[in-house]
């Protein structure tokens, strides 16, 4: 059974930082591309990166490049989001996502 | 980046009626790689249908996928009490997209 357990969230100030980690399971983690996705409170869902295997490509959408990095450790069956200069609106639940299968998520709140 | 427009935005119905949810593309999507996902409060999304219209493991068969191109239709034939929640479609083609939900409530 695949199973994806995210941790790491939790509550940081404006331009503060957070590393979010995905411990994956039940599959051949180094075979998948790897998300992260994000829900706002009440709102929808928002693909925040993408990571294929091998790490050959990465993909951020355009709202956190340049501040978010997606990484894996295939040895370690784990997923990362180091999240730099956090804003308000980056509060959200993010999810480590394998296409359909998705963890529990991890609540990251930006607040002064 | 493909967009996803999904309508209605919510749907009011009673439990027993047929709910009929729409999802365009802005392109065409590859190999119809088309999900759709339901989510309830305080839960992850949870997959439904993949490939525009193959059904996930455990899931009723009063759940059913159609469409292909831009235009999909996600279709459940008789609602029951538990099926009021949140879908989602989502792409997974090009990394993911997911379109802005339809809201299905109790009427």
């Known amino acids: 059974e695949v199973q994806l357990v995210e941790s790491g969230g939790g509550l940081v100030k404006p331009g503060g930082s957070l590393r979010l980690s995905c411990a994956a399971s039940?599959?051949?983690?180094?075979?998948?591309?790897m998300n992260w996705v994000r829900q706002a409170p009440g709102k929808g869902l928002e693909w925040v990166s993408s990571i294929t295997s091998t790490s050959t490509y990465i993909y951020y959408a355009d709202s956190v490049k340049g501040r978010f990095t997606i990484s894996r450790d295939d040895a370690k069956n784990s997923l990362f989001l180091q999240m730099n200069s956090l804003r308000p609106e980056d509060t959200a639940v993010y999810y480590c996502?394998?296409?359909?299968?998705w963890g529990q998520g991890t609540l990251v709140t930006v607040s002064s | 980046e493909i967009v996803l427009t999904q309508s209605p935005g919510t749907l009011s119905l009673s439990p027993g009626e047929r709910a009929t949810l729409s999802c365009r593309a802005s392109?065409?999507?590859?190999?119809?790689?088309l999900a759709w996902c339901q989510q309830k409060p305080g839960q992850a999304p949870r997959l439904l249908i993949y490939g525009a219209s193959s059904r996930a493991t455990g899931i009723p068969d009063r759940f059913s996928g159609s469409g292909s191109g831009t235009d999909f239709t996600l279709t459940i034939s008789r609602l029951e009490p538990e099926d009021f929640a949140v879908y989602y479609c989502?792409?997974?083609?090009?990394?993911?997209?997911f379109g802005g939900g339809t809201k299905v409530e109790i009427k």
């Open positions: 996502v394998r296409t359909f299968n």
């Open positions: 989502q792409q997974y083609g090009t990394s993911l997209t």
């Open positions: 039940g599959f051949t983690f180094r075979s998948y591309s």
């Open positions: 392109q065409s999507i590859t190999s119809n790689y």
